[in-house]
């Protein structure tokens, strides 16, 4: 049985940066008003509403200017929260993901977005430490699992009797309807579906496509979290009737609702964790796993990237969004591939976060490969740049230099790695960077495999400077690797084989 651990916060990264008393008071007091379980099943369980305590040092909220401002609890819905959370472990012999919020409403509401949620920077903390919470554990579901679902417990007294669904009208299931169908969220086989099966009244009514109750349609927790805002974590808001969470009635509500958790599971969520099904996977196939962003950034040319690599039978390729990136992909390939395109728009779009996680990828022993975009991306040269080869560009006010064919000429490591017979290639180029040695202190000193021998200056950028810059470079990143290209050998006909060797080289090293 997994070990349950009550009131662990999240460390606060904002925090981190300036630690002393402040911090630890801050710590200390969200630990307090927050309960966090990490999990062994792709379901998450959150409760923001059901706590009683006091935030010491904070005044209650006077909700100026909150549309719908509301001060009070959900009462019983905290309880309702953990007796599910034991009553699932004990049907299915392993613990959701729990984060239940133990301070009152009238202090912070945690389903509201900042601004609307507290009035004070010692409310702010606990209320980061809710979310923090919220988006660990959707992390970990994700690399997990693949995929998961939210469930938030919240309490009405509009239809004492009933539950109230709470999606958006179907937007943060996107990923599961867009899976599964609409019965997953209207049919009989539905969590409301099996619901109703017990004899619980749920609204909308089984079967039909009304909308969702306004004002209980769906609050910040599920819209920030389910998948309407991407990934494939879907949530649903269950709003319980004052009836349904009374002390006398929770024991049935709880042995009904698990009921149905229990078949939703059974029908839509896969419970073995996602590392065990890809390594059998690549013990059958001995295919190097290779993920290429197909995101915002990305260029014409990734088309021509993938039609390539379809080409070699040792590969197999994901496409992947910068959500994806995000959620813990990266976990299940060998080797990422940032494509032709805008460097800028790919790092600025993948966001911190998602930079961090690529970071993360090849320091522990991932490969990395940029081409043309993906090498500016891979450079340490600008405030969206990845940092993961030691490079600047040359001449930056002059990007767009122009297109067409260029001829490279390799080093004599450069002919060796690339296999090649031939000292100079001919190549495409369409505006990729001029590399040169950064010399940043942190990242090892990459390695010039090809400069350029000839150049193009187009649009007023000027003759001479292109010629002898890096066109082809690898280096080193933690316990991984980086190679990156500045023109395009999978846009050279006969040169796609190029992308092979680049793969060959910086592929996991546990691989055959």
Same mark, same amino acid.
């Given at each position: 049985?997994?070990?349950?651990?009550?009131?662990?916060?999240?460390?606060?990264?904002?925090?981190?940066?300036?630690?002393?008393?402040?911090?630890?008071?801050? !710590?200390?007091?969200?630990?307090?008003?927050?309960?966090?379980?990490?999990?062994?099943?792709?379901?998450?369980?959150?409760?923001?509403?059901?706590?009683?305590?006091?935030?010491?040092?904070?005044?209650?909220?006077?909700?100026?200017?909150?549309?719908?401002?509301?001060?009070?609890?959900?009462?019983?819905?905290?309880?309702?929260?953990?007796?599910?959370?034991?009553?699932?472990?004990?049907?299915?012999?392993?613990?959701? &993901?729990?984060? /239940?919020?133990?301070?009152?409403?009238?202090?912070?509401?945690?389903?509201?977005?900042?601004?609307?949620? &507290?009035?004070?920077?010692?409310?702010?903390?606990?209320?980061?430490? =809710?979310?923090?919470?919220?988006?660990?554990?959707?992390?970990?579901?994700?690399?997990?699992?693949?995929?998961?679902?939210?469930?938030?417990?919240?309490?009405?007294?509009?239809?004492?009797?009933?539950?109230?669904?709470?999606?958006?009208?179907?937007?943060?299931?996107?990923?599961?309807?867009?899976?599964?169908?609409?019965?997953?969220?209207?049919?009989?086989?539905?969590?409301?579906?099996?619901?109703?099966?017990?004899?619980?009244?749920?609204?909308?009514?089984?079967?039909?496509?009304?909308?969702?109750?306004?004002?209980?349609?769906?609050?910040?927790?599920?819209?920030?979290?389910?998948?309407?805002?991407?990934?494939?974590?879907?949530?649903?808001?269950?709003?319980?009737?004052?009836?349904?969470?009374?002390?006398?009635?929770?024991?049935?509500?709880?042995?009904?609702?698990?009921?149905?958790?229990?078949?939703?599971?059974? !029908?839509?969520?896969?419970?073995?964790?996602?590392?065990?099904?890809?390594?059998?996977?690549?013990?059958?196939?001995g295919q190097v796993?290779?993920?290429?962003?197909?995101?915002?950034?990305?260029?014409?040319?990734?088309?021509?990237?993938?039609?390539?690599?379809?080409?070699?039978?040792?590969?197999?390729?994901?496409?992947?969004?910068?959500?994806?990136?995000?959620?813990?992909?990266?976990?299940?390939?060998?080797?990422?591939?940032?494509?032709?395109?805008?460097?800028?728009?790919?790092?600025?779009?993948?966001?911190?976060?998602?930079?961090?996680?690529?970071?993360?990828?090849?320091?522990?022993?991932?490969?990395?490969?940029?081409?043309?975009?993906?090498?500016?991306?891979?450079?340490?040269?600008?405030?969206?740049?990845?940092?993961?080869?030691?490079?600047?560009?040359?001449?930056r006010n002059h990007?767009?230099?122009?297109?067409?064919?260029?001829?490279?000429?390799?080093?004599?490591?450069?002919? !060796?790695?690339?296999?090649?017979?031939?000292?100079?290639?001919? /190549?495409?180029?369409?505006?990729?960077?001029?590399?040169?040695?950064?010399?940043?202190?942190?990242?090892?000193? =990459?390695?010039?495999?090809?400069?350029?021998?000839?150049?193009?200056?187009?649009?007023?950028?000027?003759?001479?400077?292109?010629?002898?810059?890096?066109? /082809?470079?690898?280096?080193?990143?933690?316990?991984?690797?980086?190679?990156?290209?500045?023109?395009?050998?999978?846009?050279?006909?006969?040169?796609?084989?190029?992308?092979h060797v680049a /793969?060959?080289?910086?592929?996991?090293?546990?691989?055959?």
């Amino acid at each position: 049985m997994p070990t349950r651990i009550h009131q662990v916060v999240l460390t606060l990264c904002l925090l981190l940066a300036s630690p002393g008393l402040r911090f630890a008071s801050a !710590q200390e007091k969200a630990a307090s008003l927050v309960t966090i379980e990490s999990g062994d099943l792709p379901i998450i369980l959150s409760a923001p509403h059901g706590g009683h305590d006091a935030i010491a040092n904070v005044a209650e909220r006077q909700g100026e200017g909150v549309e719908r401002f509301n001060p009070r609890s959900d009462s019983n819905t905290d309880i309702l929260t953990e007796r599910l959370a034991d009553a699932i472990e004990k049907k299915l012999s392993k613990r959701p &993901y729990v984060v /239940i919020a133990r301070f009152h409403r009238k202090y912070v509401d945690a389903n509201r977005r900042g601004r609307d949620a &507290y009035e004070s920077e010692e409310a702010k903390v606990v209320y980061d430490s =809710y979310h923090q919470a919220l988006a660990k554990a959707r992390s970990q579901v994700m690399e997990r699992w693949g995929r998961g679902i939210l469930f938030d417990i919240h309490g009405q007294a509009v239809e004492p009797k009933a539950i109230l669904r709470g999606t958006q009208n179907g937007k943060t299931t996107a990923h599961l309807v867009g899976r599964f169908g609409r019965e997953t969220l209207i049919g009989e086989t539905s969590l409301f579906g099996q619901l109703a099966s017990q004899g619980l009244p749920v609204i909308p009514a089984v079967g039909t496509d009304d909308r969702e109750r306004v004002g209980y349609d769906g609050g910040y927790t599920v819209i920030t979290h389910g998948s309407g805002s991407g990934g494939t974590l879907d949530a649903i808001q269950l709003e319980f009737g004052n009836e349904l969470r009374s002390n006398e009635a929770i024991p049935s509500t709880v042995s009904k609702l698990t009921d149905a958790v229990a078949a939703f599971a059974k !029908q839509y969520l896969s419970t073995e964790e996602r590392a065990a099904l890809v390594e059998r996977k690549e013990r059958r196939t001995g295919q190097v796993r290779v993920g290429v962003y197909c995101d915002v950034g990305a260029g014409p040319s990734h088309k021509d990237l993938l039609k390539a690599l379809q080409k070699f039978e040792d590969v197999s390729v994901r496409k992947l969004m910068a959500d994806d990136i995000r959620n813990g992909a990266l976990g299940d390939i060998d080797v990422l591939i940032q494509p032709g395109g805008s460097g800028g728009g790919q790092g600025r779009h993948l966001g911190e976060n998602g930079r961090e996680t690529i970071r993360s990828f090849i320091r522990e022993g991932g490969g990395f490969i940029g081409i043309c975009g993906g090498a500016f991306l891979a450079s340490a040269d600008y405030s969206w740049s990845l940092n993961v080869l030691d490079a600047r560009v040359v001449d930056r006010n002059h990007w767009a230099r122009g297109k067409g064919t260029v001829q490279i000429e390799l080093t004599d490591a450069g002919r !060796q790695v690339l296999k090649s017979k031939e000292q100079q290639l001919q /190549i495409f180029y369409a505006q990729g960077p001029l590399l040169a040695p950064r010399n940043h202190p942190d990242i090892a000193d =990459y390695e010039t495999l090809a400069t350029f021998k000839t150049e193009i200056a187009e649009n007023g950028a000027p003759e001479g400077v292109m010629k002898g810059t890096t066109a /082809i470079a690898r280096g080193d990143f933690g316990r991984g690797r980086v190679f990156c290209f500045s023109p395009h050998p999978e846009m050279t006909e006969g040169l796609e084989p190029l992308v092979h060797v680049a /793969i060959d080289y910086v592929k996991r090293k546990h691989l055959p």
